[in-house]
């Protein structure tokens, strides 16, 4: 059931928005699955599938501006901590739901939020390398390191 839940959540975002980073962020990503995983620990808990929706409601709440910005582009940093920050949301909202915490807004508005703030990302900041964290002097100097080792397996 807990599966189903959480997989029903993602068929919803996977309709109305995207998982794809490079289209809407991190908080496509992270944001969805966080999500999808407080759907499924409130079911898991034996909540109520309005209390399913609502903390899903509430995880990608909390998620929604997560930019993409892998350093060296390579997806390991920031991103493990981002998937940690949102395995954590994902708890805390399912917690909270089960306490009949109110998400205020409804999962539908807010995936359809997810989609336009998604849309409004500059690109530089949709898992480009181009923007926030990829840019910075260290990781363009992990980077080039990954490059010149690379370069020593033909």
Do not use: W
Request: aromatic share 2%.
């Amino acid at each position: 059931k807990a599966m189903l839940a959480g997989g029903i959540i993602g068929v919803f975002i996977a309709a109305h928005a995207t998982f794809a980073a490079e289209i809407g962020g991190c908080q496509a990503e992270c944001g969805s699955g966080s999500g999808m995983a407080a759907a499924a620990l409130v079911t898991l808990a034996g909540g109520s599938t309005q209390q399913a929706v609502n903390a899903a409601s509430m995880a990608l709440q909390n998620t929604l501006g997560m930019i993409c910005d892998p350093v060296a582009n390579r997806v390991e940093a920031p991103c493990l901590g981002k998937n940690v920050l949102a395995a954590s949301n994902a708890l805390a909202c399912a917690n909270m739901a089960l306490s009949d915490y109110d998400p205020v807004i409804p999962l539908d508005e807010v995936v359809a939020t997810m989609h336009e703030v998604g849309k409004q990302l500059p690109s530089t900041l949709r898992c480009t390398g181009l923007g926030g964290l990829s840019i910075t002097k260290t990781s363009k100097e992990i980077e080039k390191r990954l490059a010149l080792d690379a370069s020593k397996f033909p």
